[in-house]
């Protein structure tokens, strides 16, 4: 003991000044954790240090890794939880599957798309085409519809021209409007370049409350030879059924059967634009509401054309206006061009009515072929 030397207490710290600390050092009852203020070594363990252990060799006791400092001697913050990140990730994925994907862009797309629409800063045609509030509203919520409900499928999208103006003529059935809708998304979604297809519409949707603005915003026009020749003098996709009121609402035993097609009115406008036809055949629209009966007393009451008697309208109330999930196929004909004729061919009355029943013709023949080649009508 007599040749013992003590190390004060200020040298040794002097001397761990300019030295890290031993990330293996164990923690003192006195340090609770980061920040805790460093106790001193006891005596006894000073002297143990400088004899080298030879007053007895002592089991190591087990340490507790020393928490890291961040640069410049604060300590560094602390990670969150696991359990917490993984809660996070959680809500982070069902966001993605609501919102599609990527949910925080989506999220700041919606909240600009609502500034613009407070601030007044967007744009209408003049036929009161909103193409922002079609892409963004109107086409997801009919989206659904097309995508989950009647499974729609697409054939000759690449028939309609890349740009400039085409008129698309198609049958019409199903009660409800609803095969119009359905086209309009097909071509909206399904066309490589991406074209908006501008239905003409009849005098009754436009008289109708809410869904006359609906129409206009969505970019149906009144179905008229001019605004119709206006439209495809811009180069717009125009979409005509010609079959009205007597397509929409035959009966159920004359499915997919077609109406006259009028006067050929549409056949006219085309040649005076000289844009091509496109024939476009649904099938699965005509059974979503089998029509079984007609009010005609009610209608005359409404002023509608039909009032329609179904297998569950109106027996059911509301719920017999859902619709029955057939499965469509939508296929458009290869086009047929007018460009080859005069814009006086369209006073021509043997013309109009020979190519209106060629175009007749061509969407009832692949109309049959749809049916044949068709395994159900729900799959």
Not at 188 to 194: I, N, Q, S, V, W
Not at 201 to 215: S, W
Not at 246 to 264: N, T
Not at 305 to 325: A, D, H, S, V
Request: net charge neutral; proline share 10%; hydrophobic share 40%.
């Amino acid at each position: 003991m007599a040749d013992a030397k003590v190390i004060p207490f200020d040298e040794d710290t002097r001397s761990r000044r300019g030295t890290p600390r031993p990330r293996g050092r164990a923690r003192t009852k006195g340090d609770t954790g980061p920040g805790s203020p460093a106790v001193p070594p006891p005596l006894s363990a000073v002297r143990q240090a400088q004899t080298g252990g030879r007053d007895g060799q002592e089991e190591p006791s087990p340490v507790s890794p020393e928490p890291q400092e961040a640069p410049g001697g604060s300590a560094a913050p602390p990670s969150l939880p696991a359990s917490v990140e993984a809660l996070t990730d959680a809500l982070g994925g069902v966001a993605d599957r609501l919102l599609g994907g990527r949910w925080d862009r989506k999220v700041a797309h919606g909240l600009a798309f609502l500034r613009r629409r407070v601030t007044g800063d967007y744009e209408v045609d003049d036929f009161g085409y909103d193409q922002e509030l079609t892409d963004q509203v109107l086409m997801s919520l009919l989206r659904p519809l097309y995508d989950q409900y009647f499974r729609v499928e697409v054939k000759g999208i690449e028939n309609i021209p890349a740009e400039g103006g085409a008129l698309v003529v198609s049958n019409h059935s199903g009660t409800l409007p609803m095969d119009g809708l359905m086209m309009q998304v097909a071509v909206h979604d399904h066309h490589p370049a991406g074209r908006h297809l501008r239905l003409l519409a009849a005098d009754l949707v436009f008289v109708l409350p809410v869904v006359n603005e609906l129409a206009r915003k969505a970019g149906h026009t009144l179905a008229c030879a001019e605004d119709a020749q206006r439209l495809l003098e811009r180069g717009e996709v125009v979409g005509v059924m010609p079959e009205g009121f007597k397509g929409l609402g035959k009966p159920f035993s004359e499915r997919y059967k077609l109406q006259r097609f009028g006067r050929g009115g549409f056949v006219a406008t085309a040649l005076k634009t000289g844009v091509p036809i496109v024939p476009c055949s649904i099938v699965g629209a005509e059974e979503i509401y089998p029509m079984v009966g007609n009010a005609k007393t009610v209608a005359r009451l409404l002023g509608f054309p039909y009032f329609p008697l179904t297998p569950t309208f109106p027996w059911l109330g509301p719920l017999g206006m859902m619709p029955l999930p057939t499965k469509w196929t939508i296929q458009f004909g290869e086009p047929i061009p007018t460009d080859c004729y005069a814009p006086e061919a369209a006073d021509d009355p043997m013309l109009v009515f020979n190519l209106t029943d060629q175009v007749r013709e061509t969407i009832q023949h692949t109309l049959y072929k749809l049916l044949v080649q068709r395994r159900s009508v729900f799959f």
